[in-house]
């Protein structure tokens, strides 16, 4: 759009509801601030500039609130009295003549940019006032739009509603558009004559009205306006974000055997053709390409998996864990700040971490990096082509050449060149008869033990 445009996005509640030691729009929907969210929505709505009103915890809402694409800037609200007067907190940013502005909430993750485009070309085709309101089957307690010939007339809370009003389903979200033209004007005139002697942004469609202006109402899905008050409410929008990011994916291509099971991040990419499988959860910074196979019970973290890669079950990768196309993390197995060459298979109870697996190289069982000192990291890095045997033990910093032969049970200290074979354990020996007399001697202090009598 070519309107500028400035959003006011009110962060300032206290959190008593949440009843949380944080700001309530700190907590996490889909792993990232609740504000985030809000603020992704705001952008792809063509929005560069934003006033965030804070309260408690402000650096760390401001923070949250600043993502790539949006000049964020932060105003104190000291007193709470009331939603028009917690915008006018933000009145020095208003005061620059944007030609829209937007007021929306910190607390509203599930919003996207739908319902703000709407309201701004509202403002576009010439209303001073665009409210984004929902429709419902549970209208009790919110604020109703009265509207009549697509002229939006009063909202109307509850309390002061008639039978009849009472009875319309279009409720009020409480996010709106204000001709930003004359917010300063239009938000100087709500006054507080009512019961709890706060300003409230409602009033601003019969004060346009009054001046001769136009206010209407757009509509936006209920998911979207939901706010979010407490855990309960917090753990239903995880949910509803959860279902909708999943319902794209698999619409995208991505089969998921079981999608209800399957967690993602904000953040979570995957490719056409790659299958989940059930009971995976997906932390944030995860790309999966392409007919990659993620099995039951695995958990990514931070990492990259490459096309027709596979992993789990029962994996477990870290962040800067890296897979290549055709390689195999399999059961038990856990991977951190490594990089999984192309077809190299690392299958069973084994730990790969600060390392460089080659092409084709092939794990055993049992198998650690030991790559921590108690002080510092170290790495492991493993040529192509190499067999390390079961229960093998790679003390880092240690290099293994291409097409080396690891012998199960090792403990490599040093560097073990290309096509060499490496042992690095005791050799066997074998005592006859030993075994007997060891468990006579077991036996016979066990009886020592037993109570007599």
């Not at 915890?57 to 694409?69: L, Y």
């Not at 991977?335 to 600060?354: F, S």
Request: net charge negative; with cysteine.
């Amino acid at each position: 759009m070519e309107r500028s445009c400035l959003a006011v996005i009110l962060a300032a509640g206290e959190s008593t509801r949440m009843k949380s030691n944080m700001s309530k729009v700190l907590h996490k929907v889909a792993n990232r601030p609740m504000i985030a969210h809000v603020m992704e929505a705001v952008g792809r709505a063509d929005v560069a500039s934003a006033a965030v009103v804070v309260g408690r915890d402000a650096e760390k809402v401001i923070r949250a609130a600043t993502i790539p694409g949006i000049e964020v800037e932060s105003y104190l609200q000291t007193e709470r009295l009331g939603t028009g007067h917690a915008v006018l907190a933000a009145r020095e940013a208003i005061a620059r003549g944007y030609d829209d502005i937007l007021v929306a909430y910190g607390d509203v993750p599930l919003i996207t940019e739908a319902p703000l485009i709407a309201a701004r070309q509202g403002l576009a085709a010439g209303n001073d006032v665009v409210v984004i309101g929902f429709h419902t089957d549970r209208p009790t307690g919110y604020g109703r739009l009265i509207v009549d010939d697509g002229e939006l007339l009063a909202i109307r809370e509850e309390k002061d509603a008639t039978e009849s009003e009472r009875a319309i389903n279009w409720c009020n979200s409480g996010l709106m558009a204000i001709n930003g033209r004359k917010a300063l004007d239009l938000l100087g005139r709500i006054g507080n004559n009512n019961a709890k002697g706060e300003y409230y942004l409602t009033d601003l469609v019969e004060i346009v009205r009054s001046l001769g202006g136009h206010a209407i109402a757009v509509d936006a899905p209920e998911q979207e306006t939901m706010g979010c008050n407490n855990r309960a409410e917090l753990a239903v929008v995880e949910r509803l974000w959860q279902e909708r990011r999943r319902h794209e994916l698999m619409l995208s291509g991505v089969t998921m055997i079981a999608p209800e099971t399957v967690f993602l991040s904000y953040d979570t990419k995957i490719g056409r053709d790659a299958i989940i499988e059930p009971n995976v959860v997906f932390g944030p910074g995860v790309s999966i390409e392409g007919a990659a196979v993620i099995h039951s019970f695995s958990h990514i973290e931070g990492a990259e998996v490459m096309a027709e890669a596979e992993v789990g079950p029962y994996a477990r990768l870290r962040p800067g864990a890296r897979l290549a196309e055709h390689s195999k993390v399999g059961n038990f197995c856990e991977v951190k700040k490594a990089d999984i060459g192309v077809g190299a298979k690392v299958n069973h109870l084994t730990y790969i971490g600060d390392s460089i697996v080659g092409a084709g190289s092939n794990i055993g069982a049992g198998t650690i990096t030991c790559n921590y000192d108690g002080v510092n990291k170290h790495e492991t890095r493993i040529g192509e082509r190499v067999f390390v045997g079961s229960n093998t033990a790679l003390v880092a910093p240690v290099s293994i050449g291409d097409d080396a032969l690891i012998a199960s049970g090792s403990v490599i200290t040093a560097d073990v060149p290309a096509d060499a074979l490496a042992f690095g354990r005791a050799r066997q020996e074998i005592k006859p008869g030993r075994a007997k007399l060891i468990r006579a001697r077991n036996m016979a202090i066990k009886a020592a033990k037993q109570p007599k009598g």
